[in-house]
């Protein structure tokens, strides 16, 4: 008895490790990603921005689909619209919340977070990502709708990984309020913010089995 124990403990042990390490490490290739948004302006059209510095990891299981340890790092003072002078006006306390310093976001406030903490896979391909996003510091639940466009071996022996990410948060819920009426009706800028990622991961050899 005491040996059949050990037996199932021992398989147990192993199903787990052999479970733990089929998930491949994955990091976010930033040269072959985009990190976009678009907001609504004059209730009639919209402004799309991106942040050119950005940063994420995660594992990832290519045959169940399943993801963990996903983390992303934004940062703020990257923001690029097209317009500096409106990219100047996004990084003081009316947007971003932030004091300018030497035209850079002071650092306790310069970065967005993101920490999944659920994510859902269906038919074997990870479908929707729920976690928590910081910014300005305040911490809410977003939820991401993923399209996962599968992996391929580059030229080079690298293995990647193919994603697309879009989700939508209130600036009001991170307590970015600023706006200004319409004689006509309606405000400048809208409070919905559509988040569209596009990215490519690079795999982690040394984990891949």
């Known amino acids: 008895m005491k040996i059949q124990s050990i037996v199932i403990a021992g398989v147990t042990f192993f199903s787990l ?8 490490k994955y990091t976010l290739d930033t040269s072959h990603s985009t990190v ?6 004059l209730m009639i059209s919209s402004v799309q921005g991106r942040f ?4 994420g990891t995660f594992s990832f299981d290519e045959k169940t689909g399943k993801v963990d340890d996903l983390t992303a790092k934004i940062d703020l003072d990257s923001v690029n619209t097209n317009d500096p002078k409106r990219d100047k006006h996004l990084k003081n306390e009316d947007f971003f919340g932030v004091r300018l310093k030497d035209d850079k976001l002071v650092e ?5 977070t993101f920490t999944a903490t659920k994510v859902d896979v269906k038919n074997k391909k990870p479908n929707t990502i729920k976690g928590d996003l910081t910014l300005n510091g305040v911490t809410k639940p977003v939820t991401l709708a993923v399209n996962y466009k599968g992996t391929v071996v580059d030229p080079w022996g690298n293995s990647r990984l193919g994603f697309e990410a879009t989700g939508k948060l209130s600036r009001k819920d991170y307590k970015i309020t600023w706006n200004k009426a319409l004689e006509t009706g309606g405000v400048v800028v809208g409070d919905e913010v559509t ?15």
Do not use: Y
């Open 17 to 24: 490790m052999s479970s733990v390490f089929a998930s491949t």
């Open 36 to 41: 976009g948004f678009k907001v609504p302006h």
């Open 52 to 55: 050119d510095k950005f940063e």
């Open 108 to 112: 306790n406030k310069r970065w967005m």
């Open 195 to 209: 988040i569209v990622i596009d990215g490519e991961a690079i795999a982690d050899k040394s984990t891949i089995k």
